[in-house]
């Protein structure tokens, strides 16, 4: 659940699209807090994104040490894949309403979202491109999550955990890509493809439509974002990340090119075995 959560997070904030091929390559850097015990049990974990956008379909590759998740979603079809090379399989959600008969899925309630973002009117240029700082605050209080799915003895390590995010990002509007990453932010937006996916998941996020609706209102491509993320509250679970430090995380858009992109990067690989949810 933490990888999915994760990877749609990511998806998110990277994916773009509606009127070009795109294909947007970020690096993340990750320092102090779990990444130092990491670092001490000899992994180094620098994760990479690779965007691809053509027409309402984007994929997305989260390339992190020896594992790649890969997320291809279809606004026009109502439709998100997640590819597992190591065990080739491809689930597809499919989102709206499920056929009649359907049982229901088994329904979770995750932590609560928190959040506000706004211009601070700060600029800075990056790479020669001109960019404006935006500034966010997050909170995702995990203690309320609840349902089936959470074990009584996760529950009760969660109990008290807040986490925190605090950090900038810097949004370019000249640069290619850009009108075309607004643009399917608002077309997802307007699709609510992020209440759709965790409907089809069986999961509501308190707070999330408010937050997704606060970062669509700045328009951009984010180019650099900075966050620092520390830890509240009481209980095991805090304890233990409180005394691990904060930690930062750095995600930097390395290339953006507007080459042709194949239809089949966004189709199911043949040998994969689908399971559809």
């Given at each position: 659940?933490?990888r999915w959560f994760t990877t749609f997070a990511a998806v998110l904030l990277c994916s773009a699209a509606l009127r070009a091929d795109i294909t947007i390559v970020q690096s993340i850097t990750m320092e ?168 089809a998941a069986g999961m509501s996020i308190p707070g999330m439509e408010k937050l997704m609706k606060a970062m669509s209102g700045a328009e951009g491509l984010a180019y650099l974002t900075e966050v620092t ?49």
């Open positions: 659940m933490k102090g807090g779990m990444m130092a015990m990491a670092a001490q049990a000899g992994q180094n974990i620098t994760p990479k994104l690779t965007t691809r956008i053509k027409g309402l379909k984007t994929r997305t590759d989260v390339e992190a040490g020896p594992s790649t998740v890969v997320t291809i979603i279809d606004l026009a079809e109502k439709q998100i894949i997640i590819l597992n090379a190591a065990q080739k399989t491809a689930t597809i959600k499919q989102m709206g309403a499920p056929p009649a008969g359907t049982p229901p899925a088994p329904t979770m309630t995750g932590p609560t979202v928190d959040g506000s973002m706004k211009a601070t009117g700060r600029s800075q240029t990056i790479d020669g491109i001109k960019t404006d700082e935006f500034k966010f605050i997050t909170s995702i209080d995990m203690s309320t999550m609840a349902g089936a799915n959470v074990p009584p003895e996760a529950a009760a390590m969660m109990k008290g955990l807040k986490m925190n995010m605090d950090g900038s990002i810097w949004l370019a509007k000249d640069v290619p890509g850009a009108s075309e990453y607004m643009a399917f932010q608002k077309a997802a937006a307007g699709g609510d493809m992020a209440a759709a996916a965790m409907g993320m520390t830890i509240d509250g009481t209980g095991q679970m805090a304890d233990m990340m409180k005394q691990m430090g904060p930690m930062k995380i750095t995600n930097k858009v390395s290339s953006i090119n507007n080459d042709p992109i194949s239809d089949d990067q966004f189709k199911v690989p043949d040998g994969y075995t689908i399971v559809k949810q």
